[in-house]
């Protein structure tokens, strides 16, 4: 993972960024980037993490690195798991208290994983993933 923290700084220095810092977390299998750009880097964030995690993927793979690493910039992706599985918890309590199904909105795979994980234990719901491609999202179903 050394060499491809290496090239991802070298990356993060090519798109014109000069304040900013990589570390590899081993137990998380994440790389913490911090970037110092002002508030109007916030906007373009979330596909910024998307499309950097994507580079970093091919990265690894080109060099050989067997494990997948996640990228994780200012915090984003790690704010953005603690409101879905909050999100999930709260659909969760509305289906069991109303009987009814309740619809959470798109998500790609590694945030519907995360739900699914989270209610596996619940014993009053129970989860279903719905749609295809971009539009597939969870729907969380009382048990009766």
């Known amino acids: 993972m050394e060499q491809l923290q290496d090239n991802l700084k070298k990356l993060i220095g090519l798109m014109g960024f000069t ?9 998380s ?3 913490l ?4 750009e002002g508030d109007f880097f916030k906007k373009f964030l979330p596909s910024f ?3 950097l995690n994507y580079l970093v993927r091919l990265m690894a793979s080109k060099t050989g690195e067997e494990r997948t690493a996640f990228i994780d910039i200012n915090n984003y992706r790690r704010e953005r798991e603690g409101l879905i599985l909050e999100l999930a918890r709260a659909a969760a309590r509305k289906a069991a208290a109303t009987k009814q ?3 959470l909105p ?13 209610l596996s234990s619940h014993p009053d719901v129970r989860t279903e993933s719905v749609g295809e491609g971009r539009d597939r999202y969870i729907i ?5």
Do not use: C, W
Not at 33 to 36: G, K
Not at 140 to 144: L, M, N, S, T
């Open 19 to 27: 304040d900013f810092s990589v570390n590899y977390e081993e137990g």
């Open 106 to 118: 798109a998500m790609n795979a590694y945030e519907r994983r995360l739900i699914h994980l989270e």
């Open 29 to 31: 299998n994440r790389f």
């Open 140 to 144: 969380i179903k009382p048990i009766q």
């Open 49 to 51: 993490v998307t499309n």
């Open 101 to 103: 199904e309740v619809p």
């Open 33 to 36: 980037i911090f970037i110092n």
